[in-house]
């Protein structure tokens, strides 16, 4: 910093969602555990950034961690992490996660001094003076939170980097307890830069005439339910006697995507074929060992054929594979619609199930069908 004319830089990693602990949603007990232990080398990956970028503050804005899963290793990297980032301040804001009442971590004091955690639901302030810099902030205290903290408020010196953290939900629903802030709350506060949690996919910067905001998205995907690579935002911030400039960018730092895909395989009669056409799908999205991947297959199929529950998954080079099978054994019946046999009688019955709008009929209808007919041909049909 130049002291006499006050010409400075300096940046803010903000990110939130991190889910420390959490379990993995969609993937097997190994690899769970696994993805566990991946999402904790992806949060060292970000403080090892952290260190080599010169990064002066971060911002977490909620769910750091999942405080019903946390346990005292996670307690122990945060606090080895923080402590080899002295020249950084972490700012913390508790989310509907690791809300502050429900936290031993965060109320055991073990987090060193350069950790301020906010501890109230209302809204509450950080000053960093040598910086010119105030954040402010909220914490859930439980599961729930349904007022603006920013609601009829405004920073208390303009001429200062003024820096909003929290988990919230922008321009929400009525009655959303996600604490909800709406644009125009926003635009009154007058802070520089809304570093916000909540929402997995952190998206692009929202820009409101002379402030901004984003949301970080989760520092890793956890699941199917929320696909996508993760990331954080680096947010550098120059300081020239009192005029604030702001350039902002959105980082990567997680390992595993998890992508999920809609194929129709209709006429497809044998599993090299359903091999084929996943492993040519895969290679034009240029899907690889990085990628989760969930396939939900549609169409029409020859009533015989059966599609192996394990279909390949280990030859299509992915970190995991899922099939969802939605296919009706529909492709080629034309004629047992007139079948005078066994087979058309049971055929005309089960047609209405699986013509049927509701999907979970349908899908019943086709398993009655195929089992039906393999039995019939003294077929085993588990594959």
Not at 105 to 123: E, M, T, V, W
Not at 143 to 164: H, R
């Amino acid at each position: 910093m130049d002291e006499n004319n006050q010409v400075y830089v300096l940046k803010f990693l903000h990110c939130g969602d991190v889910h420390l602990d959490a379990p993995y949603v969609g993937l097997s007990p190994e690899k769970s555990d696994e993805r566990r232990q991946g999402l904790r080398s992806t949060f060292m990956r970000m403080m090892d950034y952290v260190r080599g970028a010169g990064i002066n503050y971060v911002l977490i804005s909620g769910d750091l961690f999942n405080t019903e899963c946390a346990t005292n290793a996670t307690a122990e990297l945060l606090i080895r992490e923080f402590r080899n980032c002295p020249d950084t301040k972490f700012i913390i804001a508790p989310g509907r996660s690791d809300s502050y009442d429900d936290n031993p971590i965060y109320q055991s004091g073990r987090l060193p001094s350069n950790c301020h955690i906010f501890s109230s639901d209302k809204l509450s302030r950080v000053d960093f003076d040598d910086d010119k810099v105030t954040v402010y902030g909220w914490a859930f205290m439980g599961k729930s939170f349904s007022e603006s903290p920013l609601y009829q408020t405004a920073v208390g010196d303009v001429t200062k980097i003024n820096i909003v953290c929290g988990y919230a939900d922008l321009d929400g629903n009525v009655g959303s307890d996600t604490c909800p802030v709406s644009k125009a709350d926003l635009k009154k506060f007058g802070a520089d830069y809304y570093a916000f949690g909540s929402r997995h996919e952190g998206g692009d910067f929202v820009n409101l005439g002379d402030t901004m905001c984003g949301y970080s998205g989760a520092l890793e995907s956890t699941g199917f339910d929320h696909p996508g690579l993760g990331g954080a935002k680096l947010i550098t911030i120059r300081y020239n006697n009192g005029e604030i400039s702001m350039d902002a960018k959105n980082m990567t730092f997680g390992q595993v995507v998890f992508k999920e895909e809609t194929m129709d395989v209709t006429g497809i009669d044998t599993t090299n074929e359903i091999i084929n056409v996943i492993s040519k799908m895969v290679s034009e999205k240029k899907y690889g060992m990085e990628t989760a991947l969930r396939l939900e297959i549609t169409g029409f199929l020859d009533p015989r054929f059966i599609i192996p529950k394990n279909v390949g998954g280990d030859a299509f080079g992915l970190y995991s594979f899922e099939l969802i099978d939605k296919t009706l054994p529909l492709y080629g019946t034309k004629n047992l619609k007139r079948d005078m046999t066994v087979k058309g009688e049971i055929f005309r019955q089960l047609l209405p199930m699986m013509e049927s709008e509701d999907e979970e009929e349908r899908l019943l209808g086709a398993a009655a069908f195929r089992e039906a007919l393999a039995a019939l041909e003294s077929r085993d049909i588990e594959t």
